[in-house]
């Protein structure tokens, strides 16, 4: 039977992409293409669960030939075809068993085109067993209509509870590098033992509330008792702004090595929300993605976790010593409520503010980070098709 908590996340999804199907249809969308796409899997912690590809074309009944491999950049021409001619707008893969694998969806009409009309896609959240909010970038489209490259860049919460069945699936990835946003209170807490293959770790040693004054904040906010849920959630916001200057040495970091080489790189937080939101945020912008498309990214995290139950069961029976989160299990649901939610308004607000302050996003990237324009075509070159 699936878990409750995978029927309302599927039914979440469901949900969002038939709006994009509502405002797609009442608007001119191209003829013969391909126009979104998504794979999702009936159990999303399962990696052999029955995958569905869903999609939206124009015409509605366009036929669509459907590829299948194991490799992120394969060429069509090395994609094993699985489906002729599907028109229905849907496609059972039945069990895909122990392995990552990448679709691509091209137009019937185009066969023999080499890459003319195809659309790439794959499961967007990783079917891991212990895995917390673990999920590929690619996919996004740029306002020049290219695409993210999947299998490049990967976000995450904690990966402390990562089984060997996990680490068997992560292993063909061949990421190279993992970002840890997480104090040295949350590293020694939650360690991560990263058994797929050999990675450079990034990491800053600060501590949780004297290096961290979004943090810092929060957590003030949480033990006054004036506090509200309305003013948590506007702190939670305006803490955003302080999230991209407390840690733009990191964020520096991960761009530099995204940079640097082509090799598949992860970050992660303890929730995998907020230092990892502005994180994915910050790497969308520089590759041009459209702001409600990176809103939308963001607010994702609230489809994939239960935040609540996440961060204060497991604390309930630990000491402040024993993790730096412990004192949340005694907090009031109603505050910690916001604390835990992916509001669109908290990206927003340190999208919106870096433009005011900065600019530009750009003038950001340039200014903290060291990324230049040079630096952002190299980046849109190498992580877009």
């Known amino acids: ?91 059972s893969t039945g069990e895909t068993v122990g392995s990552r694998s990448y679709f691509a969806l091209q137009p019937t009409a185009l066969h023999g085109e080499a890459e003319a009309g195809v659309v790439r896609v794959a499961q967007r959240l990783l079917p891991l067993e212990g895995g917390r909010n673990f999920r590929d970038l690619g996919g996004y489209e740029s306002r020049d209509g290219r695409r993210v490259k999947w299998g490049q860049v990967y976000r995450s919460g904690v990966m402390n509870r990562l089984s060997d069945e996990d680490y068997e699936f992560l292993a063909p990835l061949s990421i190279a590098t993992v ?134 069961a497991p604390q309930a029976e630990q000491t402040v010593e024993e993790s730096p989160y412990a004192f949340l299990a005694a907090m009031p649901v109603e505050l910690l409520a916001p604390l835990m939610e992916s509001r669109p308004l908290y990206i927003e607000t340190v999208l919106d503010a870096l433009d005011r302050e900065y600019g530009s996003i750009a003038n950001y990237l340039e200014r903290e980070l060291g990324v230049d324009g040079q630096d952002i075509e190299t980046l849109r070159s190498r992580l877009l098709y």
């Open 179 to 312: 970002v840890d946003f997480r104090s040295a209170e949350e590293r020694s807490a939650e360690p991560t033992r990263w058994r797929a293959g050999s990675v450079e770790t990034i990491a800053r040693d600060y501590s949780q509330l004297e290096g961290d004054e979004s943090m810092a904040l929060l957590f003030s906010a949480l033990r006054s008792p004036d506090s509200s849920p309305d003013s948590i959630a506007q702190i939670m916001a305006d803490s955003y702004l302080q999230i991209a200057l407390d840690h733009k040495e990191t964020y520096s970091q991960m761009f530099e090595t995204l940079l640097a080489n082509d090799a598949p790189l992860m970050f992660n937080c303890s929730a995998g929300k907020d230092r990892t939101g502005v994180a994915a945020a910050l790497i969308l912008s520089a590759l041009d993605v459209p702001r409600n498309t990176i809103v939308d990214d963001y607010a994702l995290s609230d489809n994939y976790v239960d935040f609540m139950s996440e961060f204060t």
């Open 1 to 91: 039977m699936m878990h409750s908590a995978s029927k309302r996340t599927i039914n979440r999804l469901a949900c969002l992409f038939a709006g994009l199907l509502a405002s797609i249809a009442s608007a001119s969308a191209l003829a013969d293409s391909i126009i979104a796409a998504e794979a999702v899997r009936s159990s999303l912690q399962q990696a052999n669960a029955p995958l569905t590809l869903r999609w939206i074309a124009s015409p509605s009944n366009l036929k669509v030939d459907i590829y299948q491999a194991e490799s992120p950049q394969a060429p069509l021409s090395r994609m094993r075809k699985i489906a002729s001619a599907v028109e229905a707008g849907s496609f």
